[in-house]
Structures are given as C-alpha cells and as structure tokens.
C-alpha cells in the first residue's frame, strides 16, 4: 500500500503543479482553456486517491493525527506531496 501511495502522490503532485505552473496560467494569458480541462480530471482523481491511500495508511501505519493532517495538508500546496514522500517515505 506504501508503495501505491508513493506513485499516486508523486502523479499527483506532477498533475498539480502543470494544472497551477502551466494550464492555469495559459489560460488567463492566452485565453486557452483546453489545458485545465485536460488536466483538471486526472488531477482530481489522483487528488481523490491520495486523500482516501492517507486515509487507509492512516490506520495502517497507526499515524498520529499531528502526521495525517500534514500528509493531507500536502496535497494542496505546491511541491508538498514530494516532501512527505522524502520525510516519511523514503527508506
């Protein structure tokens, strides 16, 4: 399961940062819409499967809720999912 939340979390934190670094800003400067609508799903579906992967590692890992909150906190800034996977999982 580890190993799973791994790849989702970096998937998801690469579709986030083109979906804010990328699609967000060619859509306000060019007025081309096409990228979030390409990328806003995928993105939203790895946002889905990392929330509920934490939630079952939660219990797993018997996480205290101080390192939940820092994983789920993760997923909404920028680079965050890539700091948790060097801090908690990483060997």
Sequence with gaps: MKKTFRIVSVLEGVSYLLL????????????IDSYVKILGMPHGLLFIGYVILAIVLKYQ???????FVAVLAASIIPFGTFYIDKKYFRN
């Design 61 to 67: 890992l018997e996480w205290k809720s101080k390192t």
């Design 20 to 31: 804010l670094f990328i699609a967000t800003p060619i859509k306000y400067i060019a007025g």
